[in-house]
């Protein structure tokens, strides 16, 4: 929105260009001709785009984003009445069951020998925009059934005075095809839009590229004094540059070469939970393709953690050679975890109950500092491996401390690993196998252990947006002669949010302590989301409730008896919320909850 926060009330767009379908529902339009009163570097409200298209017959209209009336799995969600018949269609009225963000109003024209939609009109509301789309399905090419011939979509949209009404109109296969290559991209050119241009301009968009066009002409001719034209021209550009950086994304891209930074202030990447405090977090993205089957990509991100003030980096450079094999080699530079060393199992020992108060036990902690190298490949397309190495150097916090007890002030280790991943079925479960062994004196290790880790995670999308989660695992450490950190792969605190938001695997409750103070763990996480589950039933509650999730954990390690979360979270339009509570020792133990931030999250 800061595209438009200044400067002109009134935009418009025209595009020209070509859809290219991947597969039925998977397609990519490229423009060749593209004209507008708004700058080329710039792009409005992006999102807005995906309301123009939607698809009819799938489950959802907008990639799994609001329930399709006329997919036959959606209908006990909606009211159906035929308002009138006639000799070649018959007209349809339909409504939701239920005041949703997920459904929608409207009719549509059917066509009484093939049940094909001729024609459809609706409104609805999703993720703060509301839209009313009109589709013409009609169209004499047999081999363009899916598309329709013109769709037109009004777009609105209210947010802290921020007051946009758009509208879109789109005509598919005109009969205007004077680019018979793919060598015209994305030009702007006036004249050639009004030779490809299906219909005329209103007067009021003419108006429109009137006014840009003189303003455009005077700009060029008036003589300005030099140096306030410089001075304004800074003040712009560097006011442009702050307040647009700060807010969106920054963003380039060529053929082979793409960089995504994400803005300086994100509230997506701000999460508060109950164990894990206030915390916020940075990406970048970036790749370089030297060939379709050969790409280099470097996506590092930072972050901080206000409970514990400690900042986290993660810094990942991989060098894919064989993209259809998954051939990759990997480095990764992490640094910010902190960690105890294996005496808090001593001490833990000595505690004979199953809560433990971590704060009034006299521990040493360890900044954990990471180096680690992997390489990838796909044994076939059911099973592929991963060798690699891991080098620790982890510090002592309290370096004067552990010297007047003499101790160790700092601890490295250098283990090999290997790790087989086993997929029988593209829509079964991924079952994972991980080995790791520490070479006690190599590259001055001063450690020595074994571990193994188990892992089966399973995704499953139902029907009507429906998904359920499940991941269970154990793992555990074998060869300890010396001392060594408890510090599983599949089991440990992150203390960062996750960028895709998804709390399934998790343990919201649970202290971070207890992830180093067992040699062994058995857990399982599964988790249940709908669009319509509970409070969406409620009149009031499900205009606003676009998810609702169930969450369930069990855990099982040292000293402690079986520990169990159950937890329930909705997700709207500006943030997702979960309450969680724990048991333990059979009661009732703790309550806590999570929140994260949706404002713009799909924008």
């Known amino acids: 929105m800061y595209t438009i926060a200044k400067g002109e009330r009134h935009y418009i767009g025209e595009t020209y260009g070509k859809i290219v379908f991947n597969n039925i529902v998977n397609y990519e339009i490229k423009p060749q001709v593209a004209i507008g009163n708004i700058s080329h570097y710039r792009k409005i409200m992006p999102v807005i785009f995906k309301y123009t298209i939607p698809q009819l017959y799938e489950m959802s209209l907008f990639n799994d984003k609001v329930l399709s009336p006329f997919n036959y799995n959606n209908r006990k969600f909606y009211k159906y009445i035929i ?52 589709i013409d399905m009609r169209t004499n090419n047999s081999y363009n059934l899916i598309l329709p011939q013109y769709s037109n979509t009004k777009i609105y949209f209210k947010f802290l005075g921020n007051d946009i009404e758009a509208s ?75 307040g647009d950086h700060i807010l969106n994304s920054m963003k380039a891209e060529t053929d082979n070469a793409y960089l995504r930074l994400s803005p300086i202030f994100n509230p997506l990447y701000l999460s508060y939970g109950h164990s894990r405090g206030l915390s916020y977090k940075m990406r970048i993205n970036g790749h370089y393709n030297f060939s379709y089957n050969k790409q280099i990509s470097f996506n590092p991100y930072f972050g901080y953690n206000f409970k514990i003030k400690k900042i986290y980096l993660t810094a990942p450079l991989r060098y894919t050679f064989n993209r259809k094999k998954n051939r990759w080699i990997e480095f990764v530079f992490a640094t910010g975890n902190r960690i105890t060393d294996s005496r808090v199992l001593d001490i833990i020992k000595n505690e004979n109950r199953d809560t433990i108060d971590f704060s009034t036990l006299k521990l040493d902690y360890f900044n954990d500092n990471i180096l680690k190298l992997s390489t990838n490949t796909n044994i076939n397309k059911h099973i592929s491996v991963l060798f690699g190495c891991i080098y620790h150097y982890r510090n002592a916090v309290n370096k004067n401390n552990m010297a007047d007890l003499n101790k160790p002030t700092s601890y490295r280790s250098f283990a090999p690993n290997i790790s ?48 359920y989660t499940v991941r269970t695992g154990c793992g555990f450490y074998t060869n300890r002669s010396t001392s060594f950190f408890v510090d599983f792969s599949n089991f440990h605190e992150n203390y960062l949010p996750n960028e895709d938001n998804d709390w399934t695997g998790q343990f919201q409750l ?69 309450i969680f509570g724990s048991l333990l020792n059979g009661g009732f133990y703790e309550i806590g909850y999570k929140f994260t931030f949706e404002l713009f999250r799909n924008w």
């Open 510 to 578: 649970l202290n971070s302590q207890w992830y180093n103070a067992s040699k062994y763990y058995i857990r399982t996480n599964m988790s249940y989301e709908s669009p319509l589950l509970f409070l969406t039933w409620l009149p009031w509650c499900g205009k606003y409730i676009e998810n609702e999730s169930i969450y369930i954990s069990a855990l099982q390690i040292e000293h402690t008896r079986p520990y169990f979360e159950v937890g329930y979270g909705i997700t709207n339009r500006y943030f997702s919320l979960g």
């Open 168 to 242: 879109f109109d789109i005509f598919y296969d005109p009969q205007t095809n004077i680019f018979h290559s793919d060598s015209i991209k994305n030009t702007s050119n006036y004249i050639l839009m009004n030779k490809v241009r299906p219909i005329p301009l209103t007067n009021t968009e003419d108006s429109i590229y009137n006014e840009y066009f003189n303003k455009k002409s005077n700009n060029d001719t008036i003589d300005y004094d030099k140096k306030q034209t410089q001075a304004s021209k800074i003040k712009e550009v560097a006011w442009d540059i702050i």
């Open 420 to 467: 087989i991943q086993l997929n029988l079925n593209s829509k079964g479960p991924i079952i994972t196998a991980n080995y790791e062994r520490c070479i006690s004196k190599f590259l001055m290790s001063n450690m020595e252990y074994e571990k193994w880790e188990f892992d089966l995670s399973f995704k499953k999308k139902w029907q009507n947006l429906k998904r």
């Open 83 to 134: 308002d009138s018949i006639s000799s070649q269609n018959t007209k349809i009225l339909f409504e939701p069951r239920v005041n949703s963000t997920q459904l929608i109003k409207g009719f549509c024209h059917v066509n009484n020998s093939t049940g094909r939609i001729e024609y459809t009109s609706f409104t609805g509301e999703y993720d703060m925009i509301r839209f009313m789309t009109n």
